[in-house]
T-cell receptor, first 109, second 114 residues
Framework: RKEVEQDPGPFNVPEGATVAFNCTYS??????FFWYRQDCRKEPKLLMS???SGNEDGRFTAQLNRASQYISLLIRDSKLSDSATYLC??????????FGSGTKLNVKP | DAGITQSPRYKITETGRQVTLMCHQT?????MFWYRQDLGHGLRLIYY???????DKGEVPDGYVVSRSKTENFPLTLESATRSQTSVYFC?????????????FGQGTRLTVV
């Protein structure tokens, strides 16, 4: 079983749409959670950390459900520039980061 | 420049050859990682290092060797390259301390083994 699982998509949405991604993780001892964005197999870059109480950064909202062991990312008012692959990342044992396979988002005009 | 850099950016090598991918970071981060990324598999951890002279295996270590004699460098060596090692390799680092510290990535090395 993979440490982190994501729906690979692709999610094809029109500009202005709201889209949500989920991610599940297997290790209940996981400590930290992140969403990374990756463009065209360039290096992943941090989009946002995910906090227990949920957090928002502009059009992006991240939530964590420890009981069910999943995290989510909601993107409102999608822009063409949001087209990318979104990686769910879980950190545990303090020094290990595990990545999901990524969810591909295509925002179309 | 500050940051994390990988070299070379692109490499073509022949089966059976030894090849070394370099990774250098200027933040003095204690932790460094090597990942490979293949279509359909996402990022998979090859090796990681908690500090100079401390390394450990990740998910897919077979066929790879690492060393870390200095904090800022973490080279990855393919001792005898195989076609299955054709991939994009990413080096990453993060500093110890805060639980929510994220990892930072180099730009990647595209390796093709022919």
């Amino acid at each position: 079983r993979k440490e982190v699982e994501q729906d690979p998509g692709p999610f094809n949405v029109p500009e202005g749409a709201t889209v949500a991604f989920n991610c599940t993780y297997s290790n209940s001892a996981s400590q930290s959670f992140f969403w990374y964005r990756q463009d065209c197999r360039k290096e992943p870059k941090l989009l946002m950390s995910v906090y227990s109480s949920g957090n928002e950064d502009g059009r992006f909202t991240a939530q964590l459900n420890r009981a069910s062991q999943y995290i989510s990312l909601l993107i409102r008012d999608s822009k063409l520039s949001d087209s990318a692959t979104y990686l769910c990342v879980v950190r545990y044992n303090f020094n290990k980061f595990y990545f999901g396979s990524g969810t591909k988002l295509n925002v179309k005009p | 420049d500050a940051g994390i850099t990988q070299s070379p950016r692109y490499k073509i090598t022949e089966t059976g050859r030894q090849v070394t991918l370099m990774c250098h970071q200027t933040w003095s981060h204690s932790y460094m990682f090597w990942y490979r990324q293949d279509l359909g598999h996402g990022l998979r951890l090859i090796y990681y290092s908690a500090a100079a002279d401390i390394t450990d295996k990740g998910e897919v270590p077979d066929g790879y060797v690492v060393s870390r004699s200095k904090t800022e460098n973490f080279p990855l060596t393919l001792e005898s390259a195989t076609r299955s090692q054709t991939s994009v390799y990413f080096c990453a680092s993060f500093g110890a301390g805060r639980v929510n510290t994220e990892a930072f990535f180099g730009q990647g090395t595209r390796l093709t083994v022919v």
